[in-house]
């Protein structure tokens, strides 16, 4: 029995005659490279969350899309559940396999179609690195501003299907806000152009919809994203504080102060003792907590903002601020922040990446509630984030060896992404819901909206084959859980503790 | 007969009975203000787009969130269409009323409800004039920056029903950018909340999806809005150019510059005597185009920035170049191109004001051939432009007295429309669809684009009750149009020739 996508809840997926599949497969599209042995099956089997696995079917791995329009229309016609993957990247569980579906695997498509300096823009295959958007830019001063830490190795199509963000998403915005045009494959094949090259499209605005809907309502061919001039000068800004609050305080003077930052990052005295082992970045390791705020723009304006944000640091409370003396130093500064993440790892056997959101003015009462948290449940977490938009990144440190540690980890977990929901914010900021956070999203909808959502999902996939048991709940998984609820009567999300 | 609501290709409505339905609104919601004789109705025939022209079956003037929600079940139970207007000042007859529909008039919902200066948000009802929340914000130094040209007298609501622009929205974007959340009723009356106070929104986008939707989706209740904090200051330059693709080419090499400024407007001959005429901006009478390039920000950047663009300009082979000297002058350069419709509807008894949007560097192209279209015509054309962005609002100069002119006027604008798309741009960058625009659509998209938006309508409003024939035109609308095309092989949208 497959305990990740649990038919009971999630609705009964179609048996499929796996034989079948493969022998119309290889009759159809014959040039399609096809996996389907248990060996080759396994590299698949969890994208960047490992903690949940399942093997797939089938892998196939096109390089023409009307192979990828093939596959699409032989599972539609067969009824076989389809889950597009890019480079697996994903912190969610958002390209999970299913175990009677398909896993597309569209990480071939890494062309750069074109590169228009003139209108800013870069059209490119779905399974391009982030990066290499930026790097293929860089001839002409421009750039693709939405950075995640895992840009090295991440693909467009997966940044579009999970709204990405990155450090500079305060200032520059999510993927959202830095695409003009995708080209689709519905579920039975079709292609359809969502956006337009000029401002605005007519219509409901479908590619917005597009974005951020995890591989539900069809499968991403072409990304045409906006590409932004380099900044003619960045200088980084590191404050240290005593105390987390006050550096939570900080970040609101910051920005109250109308200044706005193209990064604007956290990180506690656990995230900074581990970067700093790691990385060498030259943090201060006594700290409670440092900021990390960088400023962009003409060099005149960065002067200048450089100037305020330390007044308004000093008068925080921050008992010192250092700008990066060069660009090999603020290169430093940040290497230590993007890689918070594999640091703190070397910290425990094992970490659960928290990803919630609150109204910036939550940050020092959050915090606090997440130290009391912490301490209850006997767990490390070490809190690195986003604060200049509120997207905080809790790191909870445990050890899935030792009995018990796993079941409170996901606990506190679950309570922090409750406590978010209760400030006003949500259960994800970048790394989507996947299916990792399906049950939180019992907490952040009602019944009327999440209706809503799966009339949606009718609109575009009727049969729902698309990314099955991700994203959005069934009312049956929610009413299952608000049941558990009532009847226990203890944690927010009770089906944790059948891990 | 209505001639703006064709049953024959729009779909056909529900007959009403009008007394029951007084009746039930009566009985029912007794304090509800209801307007249902003749002379009565007559203010709410139109919206801005006093060619298109309607009288509803009733109008509702609720006060309190109850009285909509009632009129919403009551509508939908006797299954009679509703259309939504604010302040009744678009562009595109989005709000033109139906015969055998309700007038669901959200003007009383006027309150400004909270303005919180550190999340820089405001929250407000739908009625609430544009320019009122910039007002209300003003006193934290902090305001609202997406800005119609009539921005004194339109509603939010209207603003998001119709995603908005404004002449700085090249750099802050349009409505769907300055939004976090919105309260909506559905078409039966139930009430939702789209986005969240914090950074992004799990699930799909409906946000986005909403903004601009044109009252299909459900009928806004509540927005809450982004603010920014006041720029330090901001200085305008007005270039002169003895050609309009000189200033065209202008405007694409301050972009490739790098420069985003606030505000990048053009305006041509016609367009600038005008202008002058009526507000005495200052302009240059003689120069067949003029480029306003406002930049804000800090000081010593916006010094920086007005050097670099000044070079930009006369390299680009400006005749004249001129900073604003202080604050009163830049306001009066401003108050020209923001009155230049009223100016120009001095010059004929009619004119036509279009919205279409093209890639930036097809201007030269493009306005050169509006030129030829003009002269075929024997229509003047004024154009005045959101040049930085693409968005086109050329304005036909004609007299409907005159036979024929109406007709031509007409033929002309939607020869500008095709000739948008055909370069990459769309039917309309900022005033929407509406009912004006209604057959370009079928030109905008394709049957399997038409049908995607006809099942998210859907899934919204299965009964298609809110504001049918506007927006998405019916693939019958569409057929009916591609038979006559083919059949008559002339004009890109023959029915134009049936006025």
């Known amino acids: 029995m497959n305990i990740l996508y649990d038919e009971r809840v999630d609705g009964v ?12 497969l290889r009759t159809r599209l014959p040039n399609l490279e096809v996996l389907h042995q248990r060996e080759e099956l396994k590299p698949y089997e969890c994208d960047g969350l490992s903690a949940y696995r399942t093997t797939p079917l089938l892998v196939v791995l096109p390089r023409q899309l009307d192979e990828v329009q093939g596959v699409l229309r032989i599972c539609h016609e067969l009824r076989v559940p389809v889950v597009a993957r890019g480079a697996g990247t994903g912190l969610s569980a958002g390209a999970l396999p299913l175990e009677k579906g398909v896993l597309l695997v569209m990480a071939r498509f890494n062309a750069i179609l074109h590169i228009d300096p003139d209108a800013r823009t870069a059209r490119v295959q779905p399974g391009v690195r982030n990066l290499a958007i930026s790097q293929a830019a860089a001839p002409y001063d421009l750039y693709y501003a939405p950075d995640p830490s895992s840009q090295i190795a991440c693909s467009i199509g997966g940044n579009v299907a999970e709204n990405a963000g990155g450090v500079h998403c305060l200032k520059y915005g999510l993927t959202v806000h830095n695409l003009l045009k995708i080209e689709i494959l519905t579920v ?25 809907s995890e591989g539900m309502l069809g499968v991403i061919t072409e990304v045409t994203v906006k590409l932004l001039p380099k900044p003619q000068t960045a200088k980084v800004l590191l404050a240290a504080f005593d105390s987390v609050e006050k550096a939570g305080r900080a970040v609101a003077d910051i920005i109250a102060a109308g200044i706005i930052p193209a990064g604007l990052e956290m990180m506690d005295n656990l995230a900074i003792r581990a970067a700093e082992d790691f990385i060498h970045a030259g943090y201060p390791v006594e700290a409670h907590a440092i900021l990390l705020c960088e400023l962009d723009g ?22 010192s601020v250092r700008q990066a003396r060069d660009e090999a130093e603020r290169v430093r500064f940040w290497a230590g922040r993007k890689n918070a993440f594999p640091a703190v790892g070397r910290l425990a056997p094992d970490y659960y990446c928290m990803d919630g959101t609150i109204p910036r003015r939550e940050l020092p009462g959050v915090l606090q509630a997440i130290a009391g948290l912490s301490t209850h449940y006997n767990l490390r977490v070490a809190n690195v984030f986003h604060a200049g938009d509120g997207n905080m990144h809790p790191l909870i440190l445990f050890d899935a060896n030792q009995p018990g540690e796993l079941e409170r980890a996901e606990a506190l977990g679950g309570q922090i992404l409750e406590l978010c929901v209760k400030v006003g914010g949500s259960i994800t900021g970048e790394h989507g819901v996947g299916r990792e956070k399906i049950n939180q999203m019992c907490a952040q909808f009602n019944s009327d909206e999440l209706t809503l959502f799966h009339a949606v999902k009718a609109a575009f996939d009727p049969g729902g084959l698309l990314n099955p048991g991700k994203n959005i709940p069934t009312l049956h998984r929610c009413a299952e859980l608000g049941a558990m609820h009532v009847h226990m009567g203890q944690l927010p999300f009770p089906e944790l503790e059948r891990f």
């Open 13 to 24: 997926l179609p048996d499929v005659d796996k034989a079948v599949l493969l022998r119309t």
């Open 188 to 212: 039975d094949g079709e292609h359809l152009t969502l956006g337009a090259d000029a401002l605005d499209s007519p219509g409901f605005d479908l590619l917005a919809l597009f974005t951020g």
């Open 298 to 319: 003409v060099e005149a304006d960065v002067h200048d903002d450089c100037a305020r944000v330390r007044q308004v640091l000093e008068r925080a409370g921050a008992s």
